[in-house]
């Protein structure tokens, strides 16, 4: 439980990971306009991301009447801020930026900084369309976070560390996905949620003109956009370093088998996401807790038990 | 204390990153100063403020939520020790979780999990 | 001009558009949906999101105010498009193009522009007289009287504070009762009539507590629809309204992946594709929605129609029904073209009676996402019901 | 050095932010000022080498905050935005009582005979941490379980509007039944405001 299992990177780490975790991000969008493109039976597509961007570039700033500005602003810069700082505590093979010794629950502490920022990137614009918009990821976090939270403590649990080098290292002989396949469901439907993806996308849903985006225009719209996809290509990060053995592989270098896996389990989430339809508040809230809890519950006593036994 | 300067690093590297696009966006769009308009309202001027006390039907699930996550609060410590104290641990922290769990099987049958 | 006008150029390929349905707009808005989709540009879900304004149809007298205050929304670069034939949509779009790339000209019109020039401030004056006690807030008061009344005369005016400015000359929510006993605020949402994916020319007045619409009323800026059995566009004409139908609901439902190949059949029929084709194809569809559990849950059970409630057809079908109705009316449809016989079915959205008469019962209570869903699963829009392809 | 002035700095977010709590309009920004506050404050305690605790209050503060601004939103009495609001009560016994309790941890601090520190802080206090909750400070534990499913019972029985039997209802209960025909909204046409009329 010493610091050397993993190098902690130099000030410029910062920037290389936020730079890996943005191109990572943009493959993600660039795949997605691709797969669109080819589902509508059109050429190209994969240019999708920049075009948007330099759309919402040009665009004028545009505020709404009597709207809570600083919230709103607070609420679209923090989203890509939190997706960072989740990030900084990942250990990318052998190196991490920030080797904290609760990274696991500053992961989760940013995951929880999401409903804050969703709530307020809805309620600053004061229109009726975003008000429901936030208010509707309010309720889905209620139903997502305590399965998540759980899923979380397995990893942990077998680790006996809240580190997420040591819990990286703990899978050396068996990757956590094998013995914990309902926390890694979990943990990935959560990340699709944290990360505003179908099927829970109800907070931006066409039915209300797009939600907590229906005000957003030019570089605050782009964050928010630019927001989901950093924190779904972060959370498949925490997905394949709490699962998925990490940076574990043979002949190639840890950090190259970090970052394939990471892309693989992002891709994935993104084409699973593409499948299913939106969940509606009202339908997740009751079988989150009446089926999910109790399964995830069950998963962190098999685990546990499974420590025990293996230590004693 | 050098793991909390790479937190804090990281920080300052996003927001940069964040003002850099603002900064881009200046640069590029085509007014600065920004548009104020009405909300959007299908086309009519909005007849009232959106902010106002919206009613949260999902408020019965909150307290629950609260309640339940208090618990983790000791679920993280007790991840780090509980295959070093055996199986005591297990089965102190699974009656704590249980007892919890019926209160929630309770609330699903009073139908505090339905709202709309 | 050197990064900006790289910037335009890659922004104009993917540009976003906000359609607006006026009257007879649903041919020129699916001849415009299917040059989006050809382009890959995108169909924005609210003015903020767009850089062109495209009305489709023809606005009716009278109504040219909303068009203009949509308009306003648009942050801009923004361009302007009204479409009423179905052969040059195309060309009006590439029409846009170049004025967006315009920067100099965009640059122009945004300085002119500070805030919007049309909405007078004029009504928060009357609003600091209105004082209206609570006493008169009672529900059958709000029922009858509140919806029609453009003059707001049920403000927030409860907490004695009459005497502050309203900010932007627009008054704040009222309180109203709810059902779980609480007094909290009521909020006044017209839905309609430039909405995405909701039925041309229809206006729902909704009252808000939250997200649930507990009191509604339907109004029909565009004109009174036409009552009374409406004899079905047939042949190639039903196919395509009907699926235009099933696709808006499928989108609303967030099915997407379902609403694209929806939408890629209805355009095929709209190209003149044999009809033999398409029935095929949405058979093969229909069977995939049916087999799509999570969509089945999302449709069942809501929006249900009793029995014995005038609407014959009908009646004792949910949204999920009325969605597996559009299809089969669909597949009857190619079925009547191509002189294959094939029973109509009755479970069609067309029904005998004006199912919007019903609209206000049937969405009392119901959450707002519900609420769009039941709107979607009816054949509602009068402008719907002259839409016609010819050939 | 560098420490004493980020805990300068922390302290005065922390206050400035509490301060705001009370001085805002907006109950959105009263809860958030609030969360800032807490999150200083939590750094503090990061600051301290409480790891575990310091995050774990930012968590859950977090959290709460996101869920108090519901209820903040629902029950102030007045429109949580765009009005002047008060969020001070009873002003001359509260600052009497903040006065004295001000005064009474001031003297407590400076008075106390602060005990000098015993042998070395664990390696690892989250671990320290669980073994206090698993061993010796078990009961709190044990008390704490019948403690929060009380609470989540009394809660639901206060605020759950509904119980198991009686159906959702759809709309206000009203004392007199007249619900009838009145929701037919067929009728109400020419009264409208129209998109393009009324407010040109």
Aim: aromatic share 6%; with cysteine; charged share 15%.
């Amino acid at each position: 439980m010493n610091g050397s299992l993993v190098q902690q990177l130099p000030a410029w780490g910062a920037v290389a990971a936020l730079a890996v975790l943005v191109l990572v991000a943009l493959s993600g969008a660039a795949a997605d306009g691709l797969v669109t493109a080819r589902a509508e039976r059109r050429r190209g597509g994969g240019f999708a991301p920049v075009a948007e961007t330099a759309r919402l570039l040009r665009q004028r700033p545009r505020g709404t009447v009597a709207a809570d500005t600083l919230l709103r602003r607070v609420g679209v810069v923090g989203l890509p801020v939190a997706a960072a700082l989740k990030v900084a505590v990942l250990p990318v093979g052998a190196w991490v930026v920030s080797d904290l010794a609760v990274g696991l629950v500053w992961f989760n502490t940013m995951d929880v900084m999401v409903w804050a920022l969703v709530w307020l990137s809805g309620w600053g614009p004061n229109s009726v369309h975003s008000l429901v918009g936030g208010y509707r990821f309010l309720a889905l976090a209620l139903a997502y976070e305590l399965p998540l939270m759980f899923a979380l403590t397995a990893p942990a649990v077998a680790a006996g560390s809240l580190r997420m080098a040591d819990i990286v290292a703990a899978q050396d002989g068996l990757w956590f996905v094998v013995w914990m396949p309902v926390a890694f469901l979990v943990f990935c439907a959560a990340v699709l949620a944290f990360s505003l993806q179908r099927p829970f996308t109800a907070p931006l849903s066409p039915d209300i003109a797009g939600g907590v985006l229906a005000e957003l225009s030019g570089v605050e719209r782009l964050l928010l956009l630019a927001g989901r996809y950093l924190l779904l290509a972060a959370g498949s990060g925490f997905g394949v370093a709490l699962f998925l053995g990490g940076g574990a592989g043979p002949v190639l270098p840890g950090w190259a088998w970090f970052l394939a896996k990471t892309l693989v389990l992002f891709w994935l989430l993104l084409t699973i996401r593409r499948r299913v339809p939106a969940l509606r508040p009202e339908q997740l809230m009751a079988p989150a807790w009446v089926v999910g809890l109790p399964l995830i519950l069950l998963q962190v006593l098999v685990v546990a038990v499974a420590a025990v036994a293996g230590k004693g | 204390m050098s793991a909390y300067l790479g937190l804090a690093m990281s920080l300052l590297v996003a927001v940069a990153g964040v003002a850099g696009l603002y900064a881009l966006h200046r640069l590029n769009a085509v007014a600065n100063n920004p548009l104020i308009s009405k909300p959007f309202a299908s086309g009519w001027i909005p007849e009232q403020h959106a902010l106002s006390r919206y009613h949260a039907r999902y408020y019965p699930v909150t307290l629950i939520f609260l309640a339940f996550d208090v618990e983790m609060l000791f679920m993280y410590p007790w991840a780090v020790v509980v295959a070093r104290l055996g199986a005591s641990a297990v089965i102190e922290m699974f009656v704590f979780l249980g007892v919890l769990m019926a209160g929630v099987l309770w609330a699903w049958r009073e139908g505090a999990f339905k709202w709309a | 001009m050197g990064l900006n006008g790289v910037l335009a150029r890659a922004a104009v390929t993917r540009c976003h558009v906000f359609l607006a349905e006026a009257l007879d707009g649903a041919a020129p808005r699916m001849a415009v949906e299917r040059e989006l989709a050809r382009r890959g540009w995108v169909e924005a879900l609210s003015p903020a999101d767009a850089d062109i304004l495209c009305v489709c149809g023809e606005v009716p007298g009278g109504q040219a105010d909303a068009i203009h205050r949509l308009w306003d929304q648009l942050p801009g670069p923004r361009a302007r498009v009204s479409v009423e034939q179905t052969d040059d949509a195309g060309a009006r779009l590439d029409g846009c193009v170049a004025e967006l790339l315009d920067t100099a000209g965009q640059r122009a019109q945004e300085a002119e522009r500070w805030v919007q020039p049309d909405d007078d401030d004029s009504d928060a004056g009357g609003m600091d007289h209105s004082g209206m006690d609570h006493s008169q807030m009672d529900h059958s008061q709000m029922d009858d009287g509140q919806m029609d009344d453009g003059q707001m005369d049920h403000g927030q005016m409860d907490h004695g504070q009459m005497d502050m400015p309203m900010p932007g000359g627009i008054p704040l929510a009222g309180e109203g009762t709810d059902r779980d006993g609480l007094n909290l605020d009521v909020l006044k949402v017209p839905l309609g009539p430039y909405l995405p994916l909701w039925p041309a020319g229809l206006v729902l007045h909704c009252e808000l507590q939250g997200d649930v619409v507990f009191g509604s009323a339907i109004d029909f800026p565009f004109g009174a629809p036409e009552t009374g059995p409406a004899p079905g566009p047939d042949g190639r004409a039903s196919v395509i309204h009907h699926l235009d139908l099933a696709l808006r609901l499928l989108r609303l439902a967030g099915a997407a992946a379902s609403a694209t190949r929806t939408r890629m059949i209805r355009d095929s029929a709209l190209d003149g594709a044999a009809l033999d084709q398409c029935r095929t194809e949405l058979q093969s569809e229909l069977a995939r929605i049916r087999k799509n559990g999570l969509l089945r849950r999302t449709l069942r059970g809501i929006g249900h129609i009793p029995d014995g409630s005038g609407l014959p057809g009908i009646e004792g079908t949910d949204v999920w029904d009325r969605l597996v109705g559009m299809f089969e009316t669909a597949a009857a449809g190619t079925a009547a073209a191509t002189g294959t016989t094939a029973a109509a079915h009755t479970t069609g959205p067309r029904g005998a009676g004006d199912p919007a008469r019903k609209l206000p019962d049937l969405v009392r209570g119901q959450e707002l996402s519900v609420v769009r869903l039941i709107v979607a699963s009816f054949d509602l829009a009068p402008a719907a019901r002259t839409v016609g392809v010819t050939g | 050095m560098l420490s004493a002035v980020l805990f300068v700095v922390l302290a005065v977010v922390a206050i400035s932010a509490g301060v705001i709590v009370f001085r805002t309009d907006s109950m959105a920004r009263a809860t958030y000022a609030l969360a800032v506050s807490f999150v200083s404050v939590g750094i503090m305690l990061l600051q301290f080498e409480l790891e575990y605790i310091g995050v774990i209050t930012i968590l859950m503060m977090v959290m709460e905050m996101a869920i108090m601004a519901i209820f903040m939103v629902m029950f102030m009495g007045m429109n949580p935005a765009l009005m002047p609001m008060d969020m001070v009560h009873n002003k001359k016994a509260s600052a009497g009582i903040a006065a004295g309790v001000f005064a009474l941890l001031t003297a407590g601090i400076l008075l106390a005979d602060w005990p000098a520190r015993h042998g070395v802080p664990a390696v690892d206090l989250t671990a320290s941490l669980g073994e206090a909750i698993m061993g010796p400070k078990m009961l709190v534990m044990l008390t704490v379980s019948p403690v929060l499913f009380a609470t989540l019972v009394s809660a639901l029985v206060l605020a759950n509007p509904r119980g198991r039997y009686a159906p959702s209802p759809v709309v206000p209960v009203e004392p007199e039944n007249d619900d009838g025909g009145s929701h037919q909204g067929g009728g109400h046409d020419g009264h409208h405001q129209h998109p393009g009329g009324a407010h040109s």
